[in-house]
């Protein structure tokens, strides 16, 4: 009880002055039962102190039971008889007060008792502090004389009392019958058994004693309580007869004479699911008649039963480790005790685990079936029972995963009947074990050749234990190579396998930089996967899985390719020809530097070269070019000319090569062009062989201008006498769609017109077929004029180009023979070519 805040009487206080205490006191709702009662009592200051105080109460209290009984059952007028009083004090404490007062028949006076010094009436008795025992009153009275007929008289007794402080208790009141002559039959009910079971199939005997003269019928009504029904009876061993009823049995029975002892059986059997230390209370009432039919005080017998079983409880599973690592072996005690009445005859525990766990062992014999453990004990007494075993964690168990083991417990009474199952409290296990992640970045990668990369690893152990190996592994693919990294792992490098080892890593990343660099010889737009794995164990050496994280590098470089043409395959010593040296970036960066190298042979002398870049050196050239872009291209035209004592018939090759770097500086390539080679001939007329030299570093373009089958002018090119272009005219090539083509006409022009002349001052060039096109060259006085004809030789065009030049001349002369560039000077000559040369035909040429 809680009593909180109540309002309390003061009682006292200190007389003196200030007082230092006072004294308050409260009551307590309704009266309390016996025992011990624990009093705390806090009293709360304005202040806020507190003060604390206890105390034990022991609360007493009498409790009584009345039974009257007489010394004989019949008697006759003038006989003496005593009641026998018994007022027993079962309770805990000492009655205050006792009183006793009898009302007696009227066919008796009173005589004496055994305490007439607590006779406070004629039949009242009052006592003090009556103890906690049994206590006995005798009342004697005197049977009086000439009664008139009757069967029994009837007295009847109460009982008051009061508790130590003087409460009142409550009050009890019992009966006495005696019969006046005639049958006097008492009746006694005995269970065979004092303790039964559950199912429990058992008799129990009706005693019938006559002291008395003969009785005529006799009637016993059997109530079994809840829990016992009625099975069969003997009492048709006595000539009754039984009549069987929902809650018992009826039994008749005739004649019994006086001084007559009599028994019968009743066999009843228990129900299922009787609890352990129910009491299970039969009653048995008898009324009988004397022979003239008159009814005698009744009698009624009881007779109880217990029922017993064995009782367990208890049931506990205990678990020696709460946190595990995978592969450690948990021990298991199981414990149960049996607190009932008797020994359990089977007992059987059923233990269901996490199939993660394995039975290793058990102090007893078990069976193990999946996640089952299973074991059966016989008699098991009234005592506490235990069962080791030993179960482990499964190598693979995840971390932090809770392995759970619970179970039930069965067992049965003396008579082997099932008894409610019992169950074990669930207990878990945690696991705790390494788990591991592994990152790589970035995970795609660009690197140029010849650089180097970091890479950022990360393996990470985020479970909640301890990893007892780690390794990290990888196989660098053939473009990458080791350069450094920070790992505080032992690290071991054997050609391209790189491995890290850890010990004893507890959770938490482990992150450090890995340089890798390309190799210079690595192709562009090549790629490759660095495989990283992650193998690790727990503390107990079992594997754990694998990992793999594969960041992909994309490589990335310049790629120079190398073409050389050259202008004739074969010329007389002494001949002039060139070849056409292009170097291409078909890579995806820059090149920062180019070196484009020609090994001349000692059968050719440089005569001249065009480049954007200078070139060193004599025998070997050497032209540097600073940062190529991807798509950019280098072209050089070189002009050599062949010794005049070469022999004929001598080959003489020519390749050229290439060396770059990337975009950082470093030199990563080398490349090298086909070889081309011209083979030295006997020389003839030096005209045709101009010509031809011309003509066949004109044949990669002249491929472009055949266009028509019917004889025309296809290019037109005006020329000073040093070789400088003045102006060029075409049918079909556009100066920014077909650059390279006009470039390569115009250095063939160019070195033809300088050969040429050079070797016949003073004569006119005619012309040359070549398949189906013709060069043609007229030479003036200032300039030159160059045409390209498809389609044969058109009718008077030597006339036509000599007037042409004339006019040009006359009208430009000055312009030309000083010319500076300067093409405003001469934009009548524009249309004077156009005019005369190409809209002639009805299929206008292209303006430039």
Same mark, same amino acid.
């Given at each position: 009880?809680?009593?909180?805040?109540?309002?309390?009487?003061?009682?006292?206080?200190?007389?003196?002055?200030?007082?230092?205490?006072?004294?308050?006191?409260?009551?307590?709702?309704?009266?309390?039962?016996?025992?011990?009662?624990?009093?705390?009592?806090?009293?709360?200051?304005?202040?806020?102190?507190?003060?604390?105080?206890?105390?034990?109460?022991?609360?007493?209290?009498?409790?009584?039971?009345?039974?009257?009984?007489?010394?004989?059952?019949?008697?006759?007028?003038?006989?003496?008889?005593?009641?026998?009083?018994?007022?027993?004090?079962?309770?805990?404490?000492?009655?205050?007060?006792?009183?006793? @007062?009898?009302? %007696?028949?009227?066919?008796?006076?009173?005589?004496?008792?055994?305490? &007439?010094?607590?006779?406070?009436?004629?039949?009242?008795?009052?006592?003090?502090?009556?103890?906690?025992?049994?206590?006995?009153?005798?009342?004697?009275?005197?049977?009086?004389?000439?009664?008139?007929?009757?069967?029994?008289?009837?007295?009847?007794?109460?009982?008051?009392?009061?508790?130590?402080?003087?409460?009142?208790?409550?009050?009890?009141?019992?009966?006495?019958?005696?019969? %006046?002559?005639?049958?006097?039959?008492?009746?006694?009910?005995?269970?065979?058994?004092?303790?039964?079971?559950?199912?429990?199939?058992?008799?129990?005997?009706?005693?019938?004693?006559?002291?008395?003269?003969?009785?005529?019928?006799?009637?016993?009504?059997?109530?079994?309580?809840?829990?016992?029904? +009625?099975?069969?009876?003997?009492?048709? *061993?006595?000539?009754?007869?039984?009549?069987?009823?929902?809650?018992?049995?009826?039994?008749?029975?005739?004649?019994?004479?006086?001084?007559?002892?009599?028994?019968?059986?009743?066999?009843?059997?228990?129900?299922?699911?009787?609890?352990?230390?129910?009491?299970? @209370?039969?009653?048995?009432?008898?009324? +009988?008649?004397?022979?003239?039919?008159? =009814?005698?005080?009744?009698? *009624?017998?009881?007779?109880?039963?217990?029922?017993?079983?064995?009782?367990?409880?208890?049931?506990?599973?205990?678990?020696?480790?709460?946190?595990?690592?995978?592969?450690?072996?948990?021990?298991?005690?199981?414990?149960?005790?049996?607190?009932? #009445?008797?020994?359990?005859?089977?007992?059987?525990?059923?233990?269901?685990?996490?199939?993660?766990? !394995?039975?290793?062992?058990?102090?007893?014999?078990?069976?193990?079936?999946?996640? /089952?453990?299973?074991?059966?004990?016989?008699?098991?007494?009234?005592? $506490?029972?235990?069962?080791?075993?030993?179960?482990?964690?499964?190598?693979?168990?995840? #971390?932090? !995963?809770? =392995?759970?083991?619970?179970?039930?417990?069965? +067992?049965?009474?003396?008579?082997?009947?099932?008894?409610?199952?019992? $169950?074990?409290?669930?207990?878990?296990?945690?696991?705790?074990?390494?788990?591991?992640?592994?990152?790589?970045?970035?995970?795609?990668?660009?690197?140029?050749?010849?650089?180097? /990369?970091?890479?950022?690893?990360?393996?990470? @152990?985020?479970?909640?234990?301890?990893?007892?190996?780690?390794?990290?592994?990888?196989?660098?693919?053939?473009? %990458?190579?080791?350069?450094?990294?920070?790992?505080?792992?032992?690290?071991?490098?054997?050609?391209?396998?790189?491995?890290?080892?850890?010990?004893? =890593?507890?959770?938490?990343?482990?992150?450090?930089?890995?340089?890798?660099?390309?190799?210079?010889?690595?192709?562009?737009?090549?790629?490759?996967?660095?495989?990283?794995?992650?193998?690790?164990?727990?503390?107990?050496?079992?594997?754990?899985?694998?990992?793999?994280?594969?960041?992909?590098?994309?490589?990335?470089?310049?790629?120079?390719?190398?073409?050389?043409?050259?202008?004739?395959?074969?010329?007389?010593?002494?001949?002039?020809?060139?070849?056409?040296?292009?170097?291409?970036?078909?890579?995806?960066?820059?090149?920062?530097?180019?070196?484009?190298?020609?090994?001349?042979?000692?059968?050719?002398?440089?005569?001249?070269?065009?480049?954007?870049?200078?070139?060193?050196?004599?025998?070997?050239?050497?032209?540097?070019?600073?940062?190529?872009?991807?798509?950019?291209?280098?072209?050089?035209? =070189?002009?050599?000319?062949?010794?005049?004592?070469?022999?004929?018939?001598?080959?003489?090759?020519?390749?050229?090569?290439?060396?770059?770097?990337?975009?950082?500086?470093?030199?990563?390539?080398?490349?090298?062009?086909?070889?081309?080679?011209?083979?030295?001939? &006997?020389?003839?007329?030096?005209?045709?062989?101009?010509?031809?030299?011309?003509? /066949?570093?004109? /044949?990669?373009?002249?491929?472009?201008?055949?266009?028509?089958?019917?004889?025309?002018?296809?290019?037109?090119?005006?020329?000073?006498?040093?070789?400088?272009?003045?102006?060029?005219?075409?049918?079909?090539?556009?100066?920014?769609?077909?650059?390279?083509?006009?470039?390569?006409?115009?250095?063939?022009?160019?070195?033809?017109?300088?050969?040429?002349?050079?070797?016949?001052?003073?004569?006119?060039?005619?012309?040359?077929?070549?398949?189906?096109?013709?060069?043609?060259?007229?030479?003036? $006085?200032?300039?030159?004029?160059?045409?390209?004809?498809?389609?044969?030789?058109?009718?008077?065009?030597?006339?036509?180009?000599?007037?042409?030049? @004339?006019?040009?001349?006359?009208?430009?002369?000055?312009?030309?023979?000083?010319?500076?560039?300067?093409?405003?000077?001469?934009?009548?000559?524009?249309?004077?070519?156009?005019?005369?040369?190409?809209?002639?035909?009805?299929?206008?040429?292209?303006?430039?």
């Amino acid at each position: 009880m809680v009593v909180t805040f109540a309002p309390m009487t003061s009682i006292a206080t200190d007389p003196s002055s200030p007082s230092a205490w006072k004294q308050f006191q409260s009551s307590y709702g309704p009266q309390l039962t016996p025992g011990t009662y624990h009093v705390e009592v806090v009293s709360f200051e304005k202040n806020g102190a507190k003060s604390f105080i206890a105390a034990d109460a022991v609360v007493r209290s009498p409790a009584f039971t009345l039974q009257v009984s007489p010394t004989q059952w019949s008697v006759l007028g003038g006989d003496i008889l005593f009641y026998q009083v018994w007022y027993n004090n079962s309770g805990s404490g000492t009655a205050g007060h006792v009183w006793i @007062n009898a009302t %007696l028949a009227s066919e008796v006076t009173f005589v004496t008792s055994s305490a &007439e010094g607590s006779r406070t009436g004629p039949t009242n008795w009052t006592y003090v502090n009556t103890s906690v025992g049994s206590h006995l009153l005798l009342i004697e009275v005197r049977v009086r004389s000439g009664i008139p007929p009757e069967t029994f008289f009837r007295s009847l007794v109460a009982l008051y009392w009061t508790d130590e402080k003087e409460y009142a208790g409550q009050p009890l009141s019992a009966t006495a019958d005696v019969a %006046l002559g005639g049958p006097v039959v008492s009746i006694v009910l005995v269970p065979a058994l004092a303790t039964i079971h559950q199912r429990q199939a058992f008799v129990m005997t009706v005693n019938l004693t006559n002291s008395g003269d003969s009785a005529g019928t006799l009637w016993v009504n059997v109530s079994l309580p809840s829990g016992l029904s +009625y099975v069969s009876d003997s009492s048709g *061993s006595l000539n009754g007869t039984s009549t069987p009823t929902p809650g018992g049995v009826n039994v008749q029975l005739a004649a019994m004479p006086g001084a007559a002892s009599w028994s019968f059986d009743i066999g009843v059997r228990s129900s299922a699911g009787l609890l352990r230390g129910t009491q299970l @209370n039969t009653t048995a009432n008898l009324a +009988y008649a004397n022979t003239h039919g008159g =009814l005698m005080p009744t009698r *009624s017998a009881s007779g109880s039963v217990v029922v017993i079983a064995p009782l367990i409880v208890n049931g506990t599973i205990r678990l020696g480790l709460t946190i595990a690592v995978p592969g450690d072996v948990v021990p298991m005690t199981v414990e149960f005790e049996n607190v009932g #009445d008797e020994a359990a005859p089977n007992v059987w525990v059923n233990l269901t685990v996490d199939p993660r766990y !394995a039975f290793v062992s058990a102090s007893m014999a078990v069976t193990v079936q999946g996640g /089952a453990i299973r074991f059966r004990m016989s008699s098991v007494g009234r005592v $506490q029972t235990r069962v080791f075993l030993n179960v482990s964690v499964a190598p693979a168990a995840p #971390d932090a !995963a809770v =392995l759970g083991i619970m179970g039930t417990i069965d +067992y049965t009474d003396g008579l082997d009947s099932p008894l409610p199952r019992g $169950q074990f409290a669930p207990v878990n296990v945690t696991v705790t074990a390494p788990r591991f992640t592994l990152d790589a970045s970035p995970a795609l990668a660009t690197m140029e050749a010849g650089t180097s /990369a970091v890479f950022t690893v990360t393996p990470a @152990n985020e479970g909640t234990g301890i990893a007892g190996d780690v390794w990290l592994n990888t196989t660098l693919p053939s473009d %990458l190579e080791y350069v450094s990294d920070t790992s505080d792992g032992q690290r071991m490098v054997l050609g391209s396998d790189l491995v890290w080892h850890w010990q004893s =890593l507890g959770p938490g990343p482990r992150p450090f930089t890995l340089v890798l660099s390309a190799r210079s010889t690595t192709a562009d737009q090549s790629s490759a996967d660095v495989r990283l794995q992650v193998q690790y164990t727990d503390t107990n050496g079992n594997r754990r899985a694998d990992l793999v994280a594969t960041p992909r590098v994309t490589f990335v470089a310049p790629m120079i390719q190398l073409t050389l043409l050259v202008s004739q395959e074969s010329a007389p010593a002494g001949t002039t020809f060139f070849y056409t040296l292009r170097a291409r970036n078909s890579g995806t960066t820059t090149a920062r530097t180019l070196w484009l190298l020609d090994s001349l042979s000692a059968q050719l002398s440089l005569f001249s070269y065009t480049s954007s870049v200078p070139a060193t050196g004599s025998s070997t050239l050497n032209w540097t070019f600073r940062s190529l872009r991807p798509g950019e291209e280098q072209a050089i035209t =070189l002009f050599v000319r062949i010794a005049q004592d070469a022999s004929p018939g001598t080959a003489i090759p020519n390749e050229i090569e290439a060396v770059f770097t990337n975009s950082e500086g470093t030199v990563i390539g080398y490349s090298q062009s086909l070889a081309v080679t011209v083979t030295v001939v &006997e020389p003839q007329s030096p005209l045709p062989y101009i010509i031809g030299a011309v003509v /066949a570093g004109l /044949a990669p373009v002249l491929f472009f201008v055949y266009r028509w089958s019917r004889s025309r002018i296809e290019q037109v090119f005006l020329v000073t006498k040093d070789g400088i272009l003045i102006d060029h005219f075409s049918r079909s090539l556009v100066k920014d769609q077909d650059g390279d083509v006009l470039s390569a006409m115009l250095t063939a022009v160019q070195q033809f017109v300088k050969d040429a002349f050079r070797l016949g001052q003073n004569r006119a060039l005619e012309e040359m077929k070549f398949g189906d096109f013709l060069f043609l060259v007229e030479r003036g $006085q200032f300039v030159y004029l160059a045409v390209v004809t498809a389609g044969g030789k058109p009718p008077g065009i030597a006339r036509k180009l000599r007037r042409v030049l @004339n006019e040009l001349e006359a009208a430009y002369g000055p312009v030309f023979q000083t010319w500076n560039g300067e093409m405003e000077h001469v934009l009548g000559a524009k249309d004077l070519i156009r005019r005369r040369l190409l809209w002639e035909r009805r299929s206008p040429a292209k303006p430039e």
